[in-house]
């Protein structure tokens, strides 16, 4: 891995096109980039793989399978071909991880022990053919402020419980700041996560909360998190990969991506870059 | 224990004086209300506790107090004298227990285990007051959304943790559903509290979140909660007090409150009552 670590999440500067968010990383310095499926659909797998290759980028992660709590049978077929389909994505593109949001609670139903129960049983499907096409599915635990609408994985020590019914080279988790910041036993559950940890995301937690809160994300510094001793738990556990930025805000979608660029790279270098 | 544990929180009805809501519940065959501390100083404190008590009722908490993180050094000794008046307000009212809201991270602070460590030196002092006078201290731990801005304290276990350093006669846990429901360690945690469990609470957690998160509580049976899973867990850890339904939410304050405590009756026996 080389020295800089720093990837930018398309989704940070959402208004951009995979070309102009390639190029912005390039002009920038960066040398990775976190992609989300539908941007590269826009362009074509192929193209978009050949794009992100030469201009010498690597793939942080892709953004993402997962929505696999269904309880419609058809619905769940539908889910699982269209994982398939995120895997092979991820292969072509040499993502070094496909990030999984599991989904949260069908519509109407209070099972939360169910919905934890089928994502373990879409897992058991998608593994074998994760480990066909060498990918690693990383596994989000997410904020509970999302579980019922988003993803009923919710601490990163019940992520690895899932994680560890299957190997370490396929199955791992995506550690992203805003999920777990608060959960007491963050510091602990990132040293057992070790090797599995396939994805490190930075943003931070912002208060008051914004009124959308599938956009309550901040830019780093401009919340609560302690981003550098999380970041050298991560460290500590092994994980030499790429560090992405990944923001969903209303106001920081609707600045100038380029500005909002530079602004992710001082801010990485002010609170989240190791001294 | 009467056969009938349901107990309005004032908050449900927060329109309402104390006087109203006394005669609310006496009306609706209720037998006890939670109280809080700003409609009681309204008329006061001696008075308050004639009123509850001339009508029969039980006082099944007295919220709040706790906000126990700040650093600086006069806040703090301030916040300990009001905590010392909580403590005796709740021994005049003969309350369960008194509900304390531990407070989040002071402004611009990223130190979220200072706070907590801050939150267990309060503890300290204030638990030998506490039995002094005979009143028990119910910390709430409170859903990850206020970690940063009212509770510190994010999952049962880590409540317990705290808990468990005191006499369980003086220290214990309450139980909110909207605090707790999405934990995977819930039910283990509950078993785990067993008769620390001083107070056990209801409300939904309704999506999407209304904008203001602070009130974005629903009525039972509104959202995606499933009480009669955690009732049964409570019961089964040998709790027998009173339930109280405590709602924060813009609309159902709103509404009739007389309303409310009828919808609130019909809604507790349909989702949390046993069958």
């Not at 990775?32 to 290759?53: F, K, N, Y």
């Not at 089928?118 to 599915?137: E, F, K, M, Q």
């Not at 999920?179 to 007491?184: G, R, T």
């Not at 940890?197 to 994300?217: M, Y």
């Amino acid at each position: 891995m080389t020295a800089n670590r720093l990837s930018l999440n398309q989704k940070t500067t959402n208004s951009w096109s995979l070309r102009e968010a390639v190029d912005g990383c390039v002009q920038s310095g960066l040398n990775s980039i976190g992609l989300w499926r539908e941007p590269v659909h826009e362009v074509g797998l192929s193209a978009a793989a050949r794009m992100v290759a030469d201009a010498g980028l690597r793939v942080s992660s892709l953004c993402r399978g997962g929505f696999l709590t269904t309880d419609d049978p058809e619905a769940a077929r539908k889910a699982i071909e269209d994982n398939v389909r995120a895997i092979e994505e991820a292969a072509e593109l040499a993502a070094a991880c496909l990030v999984l949001v599991v989904g949260g609670l069908p519509d109407g139903s209070r099972d939360l022990p169910g919905a934890r129960d089928r994502v373990a049983r879409a897992l058991d499907i998608l593994v074998p053919r994760a480990a066909d096409h060498g990918v690693r599915l990383a596994l989000e635990p997410m904020n509970p402020i999302y579980c019922a609408d988003r993803g009923v994985l919710s601490t990163l020590g019940q992520a690895l419980d899932l994680a560890e019914q299957y190997p370490a080279k396929h199955v791992g988790v995506v550690v992203d700041t805003f999920h777990v910041w608060w959960d007491p036993e963050v510091l602990p559950q990132i040293a057992r996560a070790g090797a599995r940890i396939f994805g490190f995301q930075v943003c931070d937690w912002i208060t008051p909360l914004p009124a959308d809160t599938l956009l309550a994300r901040g830019m780093m510094g401009d919340g609560h998190i302690d981003f550098r001793t999380l970041r050298a738990a991560v460290d500590a556990a092994g994980y030499d990969g790429d560090i992405e930025v990944e923001i969903f805000n209303a106001d920081i979608w609707a600045a100038d991506p380029g500005g909002v660029l530079e602004t992710m790279k001082n801010r990485y270098a002010e609170h989240v870059e190791a001294r």
